[in-house]
């Protein structure tokens, strides 16, 4: 059997004992008030310790069934979330991290803090409503004031807990968002002290989480309240024939106990809330695809091309197969989101050609971008130079050289967070790196030479004359390098008109 209805049956179990040691115990009380000689006392004390062990051994089968469960539930979610991220972008970093950690736990909690809970709570009413009119109960009719009082607290406890939650949402992602805003500008943080009140602060996911918690609380207390006024007016028009009949007992103290049994169905209420929007903000993660398309040789041809979204001049221009073309251009003038259009990171407009193959938007698969900031995985120098594995290590060391890297001797040396901190210059030259060994045919490359020293720049340009002998390098560069064997510049404010160094498409 499946774990969640492990879950869901011990849960039940846990329910019916608690219910059936309240129902014979206050029977219990009852009948040895009145009990003649030669009663069997044990009989009942024995069910009741019984009861008590099944009550508990239910309890801890249910935590840990349920905890089992929303752990595994948790990694299959995440594993979900991951698989429908696969060539997708996501444009709020925020929304991710949220639906990452805080969303899909509460989705995958759903068994154990909810469904669970109700299902109980559910099961409970109308079976003893059922069994109190079958065994002629004195005061079973409470028990139908009782669901109809528990429908109506629930309805009201949804409608309201449907509200803090949606406010909760927004609050948790208003936070994320500055968190992240705030704990990037490090650097920046001195300038605040006049201003503390622009740091990110909990209080209002707090204040909502609590207003949760008030919320269930209070139909617990209403839950009480309409249980007490029940058992008054019980009492009140109790006649003489109840007080000798022990199976009188158990309506008042199945009732005084309801909060209990009752209760947890309100928490499970406003969970339900909860599980309602985390739902809607995983499904309504904002992505954006990014197709793989097959692999494209020869030369490439662009027409009125221009990144979409992107405030610059459409380039009409032909890049050779191989050799080394330069995008050069006064900064912002969109050498970086032509790259991003070319290597079909980004939408483009107007037309892309390779050999007479017009191109659809996407990645394609033997052509590599490599970002101005460079990508640095968290992960070992091995798997970062080769993220897919299947390059023999006295490669990787070889680059490593020619990349002037060969002082990182150890490639299982952890890179980023908690492990090896890199300078400007190390992490650029790891990506390149990363570039050569995964032998693209094209690498858009985006200011490699930013922050280098001369030395550096020099021993980079060998690196890609080198390259530029079977493959096609796309550099956008500020800089000068004398070493560099530029076979086309491109100078993009002029983009649309014949560069005395290529030809018109
Ligand atoms: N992610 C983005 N979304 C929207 N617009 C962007 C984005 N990135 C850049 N832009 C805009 O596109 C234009 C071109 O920017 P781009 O980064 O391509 O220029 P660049 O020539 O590479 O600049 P630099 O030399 O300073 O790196 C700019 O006006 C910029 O504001």
Redesign the pocket.
Known sequence: MKTPWITLLLAIAHGVTGLLILIISAWFIAACAIAPVGFNYMLPAVIIRALALLRIASGYGHMWAGHRDLLMRTAWLRHQLFRRLANHRIQRKAQLADALSAHTETLAAVWIACISQLATALLLLPVLLIAGVFIALPGTTWFAVLGIGWLIISGWVVIKSLAIAAEQVVAQTALSEQSEAYLRCSALWHLFEQAQHQRPSARPVWSLEAGLHTLAQQAVWCLQGLCFVMIGVYIWKAGAEVYANPMAMIVPLVLFAAPEWLGRASSALTFAARYHNAQEAVTSLTMRKVSIQPEASGCIRLKHFSAV????QPVTAVFPAHGIVTLR?A????????LQAIAGDIPFRGNKYCGAKALQPGLIRNWMYLE?TPVVLQATLRENLAPAGAVADQEIRQVLSKLGLSYMTNLGEWLGAGGRALSGGEQKRIAIGRALLAEKDVLLID?PFEGLDIFTCKTLAHLFNDAARSKLLVI?T?CYIPQLRIDTSIA?HQADLPDKNYEHA
């Open positions: 979204g992107r405030n610059v251009g900064s912002g003038v969109g050498k970086s989101s032509l101005q200011e956008a500020h993009l």
